[in-house]
């Protein structure tokens, strides 16, 4: 089993930044993928930016060159720095990890942009 615990949301002003971080605990491979997802109420979740074990990004459109995701494997800590917050990216974001026995989600983390 994993456990993924998110942090760093709350209420930002549109033009600021944010930093979230997922640590995840338990029986983690060293191979494996991780992301950022988001939704908000009624709408489908959607991915924001991925990363391999080996440290391949992807980003949604939405996001290229705003947000950058990375990972300290060491540590088992993902990260999403974002930048140039738009009151869009208001959502619940959650930390995802895929692995060969399974895919695990965090509780998530409420991130607010004002305009």
């Known amino acids: 089993q994993v456990q993924l615990v998110e942090s760093g949301g709350g209420l930002v002003q549109a033009g600021g930044s944010l930093r979230l971080s997922c640590a995840a605990s338990g029986s983690i491979s060293s191979f494996n993928d991780m992301a950022w997802y988001r939704q908000n109420p009624g709408e489908q979740r959607e991915l924001v930016a991925s990363?391999?074990?080996?440290?391949?990004?992807n980003y949604a459109d939405s996001v290229q060159g705003r947000f950058t995701i990375s990972r300290e494997n060491a540590r088992g800590t993902l990260y999403l720095q974002m930048n140039s917050l738009k009151s869009e990216d208001t959502a619940v974001y959650y930390c995802?990890?895929?692995?060969?026995?399974?895919?695990?989600w965090g509780k998530g983390t409420l991130v607010t942009v004002s305009s």
């Open positions: 995802n990890l895929k692995q060969w026995d399974g895919n695990y």
């Open positions: 990363i391999t074990s080996r440290g391949r990004t």
